[in-house]
Nanobody
Framework: QVQLVESGGGLVQPGGSLRLSCAAS????????MAWYRQAPGKQRELVAS???????NVADSVKGRFTISRDNAKNTAYLQMSSLEPEDTAVYSC????????????WGQGTQVTVSS
């Protein structure tokens, strides 16, 4: 059974930092690209950052320079390091795993709430 479990969300003040983790089980982690998405109330889900199996990363313009995605294949875990957080970053953050060649193998975590507020 495939599971993606996010952790690390919470309430943080503007300018603060958080690190989200996405622990995967039931998949050959190194064969999957990983991504973080977020969805704020009343808005569409948007891609925040992705990391390919070879480590190539992409980050949305809205968070470039503030967020960093990484992965640890030995721990089957992907991370999203978030700094200089802004109220506009408030959202539910979800991780996604997609097989590098079989796109139908696509899995989602349940999400973790990030709230940026003073």
């Amino acid at each position: 059974q495939v599971q993606l479990v996010e952790s690390g969300g919470g309430l943080v003040q503007p300018g603060g930092s958080l690190r989200l983790s996405c622990a995967a089980s039931g998949i050959t982690f190194r064969s999957y690209s990983m991504a973080w998405y977020r969805q704020a109330p009343g808005k569409q889900r948007e891609l925040v950052a992705s990391i390919a199996t070879v480590g190539t990363t992409n980050v949305a313009d809205s968070v470039k320079g503030r967020f960093t995605i990484s992965r640890d294949n030995a721990k089957n875990t992907a991370y999203l390091q978030m700094s200089s957080l802004e109220p506009e970053d408030t959202a539910v953050y979800s991780c996604n795993a997609r097989h590098r060649t079989l796109s139908t193998l696509d899995y989602w975590g349940q999400g973790t709430q990030v709230t940026v507020s003073s």
